[in-house]
């Protein structure tokens, strides 16, 4: 991978930024969440491998996973851009007001991984799995994500492309998170990008990993010892009574 504007630059997603007719209210939601208000603003560069977005609930990480999904063509609901599904449409407009900078040689293959949706994807996929694909309803909520990684997000017919993920740790296992971490390691190595909102500090560990950082100060590069999720896991497992004195 070469950097942004090189002559054999090949990430699917080169950057992300506000689409010249966009028309939104920057004091309503979502262009009101800082973190969103900047990308509008800035426009905001993925590199190459994994960029975790991390930060507190409501800071915008999902709303922005959610919209460069959709922008670059996947299901909002999850699944690939091989096959659509939908339900009930609860997503914000973000992704109509986004434009993806996309190599035209990249590859094109994507897939959107959106933990709380996922029971309706499993539906779809049954109805057009094959022989050979997992039956995922009938597995536990961990054991179906692992499932997906080992059949779609890393298998060598279906990577190299974006993908998204959406917390995937909330479904699973300390040692299922640490099977993701080495999974994810070997899809970077096949050229995938990925995009991924996490509260995890053991999955956003990642060597190598891009990390920003949201919050009130809206999006910020920033190293994973200094993530706030680290600073205070860190502190709760070395002394939890002081935490229990100021919650109990």
Same mark, same amino acid.
């Given at each position: 991978?070469t @950097?942004?504007?090189?002559?054999?630059?090949?990430?699917? %997603?080169r950057r992300?930024r506000?689409?010249?007719?966009a028309?939104?209210d920057?004091s309503?939601w979502p *262009?009101?969440?800082p973190?969103?208000?900047?990308?509008?603003?800035?426009?905001?560069?993925l590199p190459?491998?994994?960029?975790f &977005?991390?930060?507190?609930?409501?800071?915008?990480?999902?709303?922005?996973? $959610?919209?460069v999904a959709?922008a670059y063509?996947l299901?909002? +609901?999850g699944?690939?851009?091989?096959g659509h599904?939908?339900?009930r449409?609860? @997503?914000?407009p &973000?992704?109509?007001w986004?434009?993806?900078e996309?190599?035209?040689? *990249?590859?094109?293959?994507g897939?959107f991984?959106?933990?709380?949706?996922m029971?309706?994807?499993y539906?779809?996929f049954?109805? %057009?799995?094959t022989?050979d694909d997992?039956?995922?309803?009938?597995?536990?909520?961990? $054991? =179906?994500?692992?499932?997906?990684?080992?059949?779609r997000?890393n298998?060598?017919q279906f990577t190299?492309?974006?993908v998204?993920?959406? +917390?995937? +740790?909330?479904?699973?296992?300390f040692s299922?998170?640490?099977s993701?971490?080495a999974?994810?390691?070997?899809?970077?190595?096949r050229?995938?990008?990925?995009?991924?909102a996490?509260h =995890?500090?053991v999955? =956003? *560990?990642?060597?190598?990993a891009?990390?920003?950082e949201?919050?009130e100060?809206?999006?910020?590069e920033?190293?994973?010892?200094?993530? $706030?999720?680290?600073r205070? $896991?860190?502190?709760?497992l070395?002394?939890p009574?002081r935490?229990f004195r100021?919650?109990?």
């Amino acid at each position: 991978m070469t @950097e942004r504007g090189g002559p054999f630059d090949d990430r699917p %997603v080169r950057r992300v930024r506000t689409r010249r007719d966009a028309a939104y209210d920057a004091s309503a939601w979502p *262009a009101s969440i800082p973190a969103v208000g900047q990308l509008l603003r800035d426009g905001l560069d993925l590199p190459a491998g994994v960029t975790f &977005l991390v930060g507190e609930n409501g800071a915008g990480k999902s709303t922005i996973v $959610e919209a460069v999904a959709e922008a670059y063509g996947l299901p909002p +609901e999850g699944g690939s851009n091989q096959g659509h599904h939908a339900t009930r449409r609860t @997503e914000s407009p &973000l992704a109509d007001w986004l434009l993806l900078e996309r190599a035209p040689w *990249a590859a094109k293959w994507g897939f959107f991984l959106r933990a709380e949706t996922m029971h309706g994807y499993y539906t779809y996929f049954e109805s %057009v799995a094959t022989g050979d694909d997992p039956a995922l309803h009938t597995m536990s909520h961990g $054991e =179906s994500f692992n499932a997906l990684l080992a059949t779609r997000l890393n298998h060598p017919q279906f990577t190299a492309g974006l993908v998204c993920l959406d +917390e995937p +740790e909330a479904a699973l296992s300390f040692s299922s998170t640490l099977s993701w971490l080495a999974n994810l390691a070997e899809m970077v190595q096949r050229g995938t990008q990925v995009l991924c909102a996490t509260h =995890s500090p053991v999955l =956003s *560990a990642l060597p190598g990993a891009h990390i920003l950082e949201l919050g009130e100060w809206g999006i910020r590069e920033t190293a994973w010892a200094e993530l $706030e999720v680290v600073r205070n $896991e860190r502190s709760f497992l070395d002394a939890p009574g002081r935490w229990f004195r100021h919650l109990l």
